[in-house]
């Protein structure tokens, strides 16, 4: 376990919890909650991508999974803890076996791409023709582009009858966050951390060193599915109702830019990023003078071409820029760098 | 990239109408016009002349591409700037150049293919996205080489697609064209031609 | 641990039309030092990648240890308790030295044993003022022994190094000496290069390679006054 590159997680934590109780001074918990099932989800992808180096073009094939496992399951059960754990353990599952799918066959970048994309719409195109009657999984009816509405939203582990919606909803997402980014936090201080980051660096050296470096992919790829299976489950529980356009290319997309804008290399960024561009994406759909992915896609192309590591790590080198002229002397600590064209 | 070529194509038919765009997206459906070349029967056969156009132009535009790429400078600049940008730099030429130059031309034949397809589908602004993953997957799969890898896996799909939408239905036909693609991807982790037609235009 | 620690058997490598190395029987007895040489083209890296499972050799076989390991990927190679140095300086850029280090001894031993064997590898190779660096930012000879350190790191029985002192300065070179008779003490080795300088201080036993194929094995004094091994480097082929 590697201490030192853990100093300033309580920092953030802090942070975190207090923005936790600011934002719905700003906001509504309805909005908030969304936000921060986005930030989950961008987090997954900053995962994997930012220190795995795997660009995965269909994160949303996971976290749309976890949305209908979640729905499916709860339609069938009723009480939420089993459909919440299990819409955690499919996508996991199922990006354990595509990732060793791409991982054993030495599949490499632009090539893995295409793979996860095409999964993405398989599932896409697959749900969408699911209208009939014959498409039905114990209680739930897949329902084709209409989505599975009408399913047990989340509880009170225990208490079928407890919902937890709106305001508890909200704090709910965001302790799960909190969590979450925890668990990855310590994750990658671990020596399987900082395995997966050598491997992102020199995926080569690590082999000769004697690591299993496809494995290590996989599991990895694995536990981004996991996360991003969670937040689409939370999300299930937020919008009562799962539609086909979970798996959509748009969705997939918005989850790169989010990423791309917040900042490779970090956790924070991908959150922020997320939340950041969710709400910009609401806001503007309040209003219809200016088209809404037009404006997207127009602070994706300022912030790539003005800050191409993203915002906040061209933030934290800032920061640390300034601080280091303040105590002449002091070692340069090197930012944390974005993903490289290879990689 | 075919969105630009949408673009263009919508702007008359909306402007001859004088109404707003929004409406047109909600009518398109009434608005159809015939495809501009009358159809034709050959044998027993009746052909639709705008599509055999459309094959045409296709066909001419990749022989065009070929040309371009394997006979002039212009190609060969572009080709050895693929294969290594530094040494394309180290001899003079600018990569930065290059790829903008390639990028134009790119989107031009984007803006084309938009063009030439607009008669045959029913135009709406979002259009151009349907075909973004579509030719993103022929052009990975295909690998290095741009003609031979592009005609061969467009080829492979074109089959595989048509094959099983002829069987069972359009939504079958794409997903085993998706299907199709992971297959061959997980058996020639570079493309097409990263095993056959190695190192070919 | 047998005598015969690595041996190749009538290992053949084609590329296309072109025959890089040509049916090379070669055998390396235990905790020897064994300088591969030849001039450019002679096969030596192939014959080295092929010997790492870098290459699969189209003919013939590889054995380490007695265990058959022709067309092994690498990471299974270097599972056998093998430390292997590829002609261009691989090492993770993004991470520091110590980290390079550290993550090279932990396979093994542990997080606790590679805290210690990273300081000591540290200490030996003399990178103690650069530990906390980024690797990406060093030179290109500090790189080189980065990489040593990892290979070393990983407590190797047999080590393959390709070209260590490339690129590397006069004094540095010096010390890619000592350390390499260091590593001989508990490890046998391979070495290709072609610094004729850097062969004569290391003084070990040479195979020299021309055209794919085995010149002639000996010791560096017999090498160097052998009138084809001359011909070869001044292109006298044959």
Same mark, same amino acid.
Request: glycine share 12%; hydrophobic share 50%.
């Given at each position: 376990?590697?201490?030192?590159?853990?100093?300033?997680?309580?920092?953030?934590?802090?942070?975190?919890?207090?923005?936790?109780?600011? %934002?719905?001074?700003?906001?509504?918990?309805?909005?908030?909650?969304?936000?921060?099932?986005?930030?989950?989800?961008?987090?997954?992808?900053?995962?994997?991508?930012?220190?795995?180096?795997?660009?995965?073009?269909?994160?949303?094939?996971?976290?749309?999974?976890?949305?209908?496992?979640?729905?499916?399951?709860?339609?069938?059960?009723?009480?939420?803890? *089993?459909?919440?754990?299990?819409?955690? &353990?499919?996508?996991?599952?199922?990006?354990?076996?595509?990732?060793?799918?791409?991982?054993?066959?030495?599949?490499?970048?632009?090539?893995?791409?295409?793979?996860?994309?095409?999964?993405?719409?398989?599932?896409?195109?697959?749900?969408?023709?699911? &209208?009939?009657?014959?498409?039905?999984?114990?209680?739930?009816?897949?329902?084709?582009?209409?989505?599975?509405?009408?399913?047990?939203?989340?509880?009170?582990?225990?208490?079928?009858?407890?919902?937890?919606?709106?305001?508890?909803?909200?704090?709910?997402?965001?302790?799960?966050?909190?969590?979450?980014?925890?668990?990855?936090?310590?994750?990658?201080?671990?020596?399987?951390?900082?395995?997966?980051?050598? +491997?992102?660096?020199?995926?080569?050296r *690590?082999?000769l060193?004697?690591?299993?470096?496809?494995?290590?992919?996989?599991?990895?790829?694995?536990?981004?599915?996991?996360?991003?299976?969670?937040?689409?489950?939370?999300?299930?529980?937020?919008?009562?109702?799962?539609?086909?356009?979970?798996?959509?290319?748009?969705?997939?997309?918005?989850?790169?830019? =989010?990423?791309?804008?917040?900042?490779?290399?970090?956790?924070?960024?991908?959150?922020?990023?997320?939340? *950041?561009?969710?709400?910009?994406?609401?806001?503007? $759909?309040?209003?219809?003078?200016?088209?809404?992915?037009?404006?997207?896609?127009?602070?994706?192309?300022?912030?790539?071409?003005?800050?191409?590591?993203?915002?906040?790590?061209?933030?934290?080198?800032?920061?640390?820029?300034?601080?280091?002229?303040?105590?002449?002397?002091?070692?340069?600590?090197?930012?944390?760098?974005?993903?490289?064209?290879?990689? | 990239?075919?969105?630009?070529?949408?673009?263009?194509?919508?702007?008359?038919?909306?402007?001859?109408?004088?109404?707003?765009?929004?409406?047109?997206?909600?009518?398109?459906?009434?608005?159809?016009?015939?495809?501009?070349?009358? @159809?034709?029967?050959?044998?027993?056969?009746?052909?639709?002349?705008?599509?055999?156009?459309?094959?045409?132009?296709?066909?001419?535009?990749?022989?065009?591409?070929?040309?371009?790429?394997?006979?002039?400078?212009?190609?060969?600049?572009?080709? $050895?700037?693929?294969?290594? &940008?530094?040494?394309? %730099?180290?001899?003079?030429?600018?990569?930065?150049?290059?790829?903008?130059?390639?990028?134009?031309?790119?989107?031009?034949?984007?803006?084309?293919?938009?063009?030439?397809?607009?008669?045959?589908?029913?135009?709406?602004?979002? =259009?151009?996205?349907?075909?973004?993953?579509?030719?993103?997957?022929?052009?990975?799969?295909? @690998?290095?080489?741009?003609?031979?890898?592009?005609?061969?896996?467009?080829?492979?799909?074109?089959?595989?697609?048509?094959?099983?939408?002829?069987?069972?239905?359009?939504?079958?036909? /794409?997903?085993?064209?998706?299907?199709?693609?992971?297959?061959?991807?997980?058996?020639?982790?570079?493309?097409?031609?990263?095993?056959?037609?190695?190192?070919?235009? | 641990?047998?005598?015969?620690?690595?041996?190749?058997?009538?290992?053949?490598?084609?590329?296309?039309?072109?025959?890089?190395?040509?049916?090379?029987?070669?055998?390396?007895?235990?905790?020897?030092?064994?300088?591969?040489?030849?001039?450019?083209?002679?096969?030596?890296?192939?014959?080295?990648?092929?010997?790492?499972?870098?290459?699969?050799?189209?003919?013939?076989?590889?054995?380490?240890?007695?265990?058959?390991?022709?067309?092994?990927?690498?990471?299974?190679?270097?599972?056998?308790?093998?430390?292997?140095k590829t002609?261009v300086p691989s090492v993770?850029?993004?991470?520091?030295?110590?980290?390079n +280090?550290?993550?090279?001894?932990?396979?093994?031993? $542990?997080?606790?044993?590679?805290?210690?064997? %990273?300081?000591?590898?540290?200490?030996?190779?003399?990178?103690?003022?650069?530990?906390?660096?980024?690797v990406?930012?060093?030179?290109?000879? /500090?790189r080189q022994r980065v990489e040593l350190g990892i290979v070393?790191?990983?407590?190797?029985?047999?080590?393959?190094l390709?070209?260590p002192?490339?690129?590397?300065?006069?004094?540095?070179?010096?010390?890619?000496?000592?350390? +390499?008779? /260091?590593?001989?003490?508990? %490890?046998?080795? +391979?070495?290709?290069?072609?610094?004729?300088?850097?062969?004569?201080?290391?003084?070990?036993?040479?195979?020299?390679?021309?055209?794919?194929?085995?010149?002639?094995?000996?010791?560096?004094? &017999?090498?160097?006054?052998?009138?084809?091994?001359?011909?070869?480097?001044? @292109?006298?082929? $044959?």
């Amino acid at each position: 376990m590697d201490r030192s590159a853990l100093r300033d997680a309580p920092w953030v934590v802090a942070a975190g919890i207090i923005v936790m109780f600011a %934002a719905p001074l700003i906001l509504n918990f309805y909005t908030l909650t969304l936000l921060v099932i986005y930030g989950m989800l961008a987090l997954s992808l900053g995962l994997i991508w930012g220190f795995g180096g795997i660009l995965c073009f269909g994160q949303a094939a996971f976290y749309g999974l976890g949305a209908y496992a979640y729905a499916i399951s709860a339609a069938n059960i009723g009480e939420s803890t *089993v459909p919440m754990l299990l819409a955690i &353990a499919i996508p996991f599952v199922f990006a354990f076996l595509l990732g060793a799918m791409m991982f054993y066959g030495r599949l490499t970048d632009v090539y893995m791409g295409v793979i996860t994309l095409v999964v993405t719409l398989i599932f896409f195109r697959f749900m969408n023709t699911t &209208a009939g009657p014959e498409y039905q999984i114990g209680q739930a009816r897949l329902g084709g582009y209409n989505g599975i509405p009408g399913y047990q939203t989340l509880n009170v582990p225990g208490d079928a009858s407890a919902y937890i919606w709106d305001e508890s909803l909200y704090y709910t997402c965001f302790v799960i966050l909190l969590v979450v980014y925890v668990l990855v936090r310590l994750l990658l201080a671990s020596p399987f951390g900082r395995i997966a980051v050598a +491997i992102r660096e020199n995926e080569n050296r *690590v082999e000769l060193m004697g690591y299993d470096a496809r494995l290590r992919k996989s599991v990895l790829f694995a536990i981004g599915g996991g996360i991003a299976g969670l937040a689409g489950a939370l999300y299930a529980s937020w919008a009562e109702i799962v539609t086909p356009g979970l798996f959509s290319l748009g969705q997939s997309a918005e989850i790169i830019i =989010w990423c791309i804008v917040g900042g490779l290399g970090t956790l924070v960024g991908p959150v922020l990023g997320a939340a *950041v561009l969710g709400y910009l994406k609401f806001a503007l $759909g309040q209003q219809t003078a200016v088209d809404n992915v037009l404006v997207m896609g127009l602070i994706l192309v300022v912030v790539v071409l003005v800050l191409p590591r993203g915002v906040v790590p061209s933030l934290i080198s800032a920061f640390r820029h300034s601080s280091r002229r303040r105590e002449p002397g002091g070692r340069r600590r090197r930012g944390p760098r974005g993903v490289r064209a290879d990689g | 990239m075919s969105a630009a070529g949408v673009g263009t194509r919508l702007r008359p038919r909306s402007g001859r109408a004088g109404e707003p765009i929004f409406e047109v997206r909600e009518n398109w459906g009434d608005r159809r016009v015939s495809t501009p070349i009358a @159809g034709f029967t050959l044998g027993g056969y009746q052909i639709n002349g705008y599509n055999f156009f459309i094959i045409i132009v296709s066909i001419l535009l990749l022989v065009a591409s070929y040309l371009v790429l394997r006979g002039t400078r212009l190609g060969l600049v572009a080709r $050895g700037t693929m294969q290594s &940008a530094d040494m394309a %730099a180290a001899l003079g030429y600018s990569p930065d150049r290059v790829y903008m130059t390639t990028f134009f031309v790119g989107s031009a034949l984007a803006g084309l293919a938009g063009g030439v397809l607009a008669p045959l589908v029913g135009l709406v602004p979002t =259009w151009g996205t349907l075909y973004i993953a579509k030719a993103f997957i022929t052009v990975i799969s295909g @690998g290095a080489s741009i003609v031979l890898g592009l005609l061969s896996s467009a080829t492979v799909f074109g089959l595989v697609s048509q094959t099983f939408t002829f069987l069972s239905g359009p939504v079958i036909g /794409e997903v085993a064209l998706l299907v199709a693609a992971i297959v061959l991807l997980r058996l020639l982790p570079q493309g097409i031609t990263g095993r056959f037609f190695k190192g070919r235009l | 641990m047998a005598d015969v620690v690595l041996e190749t058997r009538n290992l053949t490598m084609r590329f296309g039309g072109v025959t890089a190395v040509d049916n090379v029987n070669f055998k390396l007895r235990r905790g020897e030092l064994r300088c591969l040489i030849g001039p450019n083209g002679a096969g030596k890296t192939t014959f080295f990648r092929c010997l790492t499972g870098i290459l699969k050799p189209t003919h013939g076989e590889v054995f380490i240890d007695d265990v058959e390991t022709t067309g092994w990927d690498p990471q299974y190679v270097a599972r056998m308790g093998i430390g292997i140095k590829t002609q261009v300086p691989s090492v993770m850029d993004g991470l520091s030295v110590r980290e390079n +280090i550290w993550l090279s001894a932990y396979r093994l031993s $542990g997080a606790r044993e590679a805290d210690r064997i %990273a300081a000591e590898v540290i200490e030996r190779l003399g990178l103690g003022d650069i530990a906390r660096s980024t690797v990406g930012r060093l030179a290109h000879g /500090e790189r080189q022994r980065v990489e040593l350190g990892i290979v070393v790191a990983a407590r190797p029985w047999l080590v393959l190094l390709d070209e260590p002192a490339a690129g590397m300065t006069g004094e540095e070179v010096e010390r890619m000496v000592d350390i +390499i008779h /260091e590593i001989n003490r508990d %490890a046998a080795l +391979i070495i290709v290069e072609h610094d004729m300088q850097f062969i004569r201080s290391i003084a070990a036993q040479i195979t020299v390679f021309s055209q794919g194929a085995v010149l002639m094995e000996d010791t560096v004094e &017999a090498v160097m006054s052998d009138q084809r091994v001359r011909d070869v480097y001044l @292109g006298k082929r $044959g």
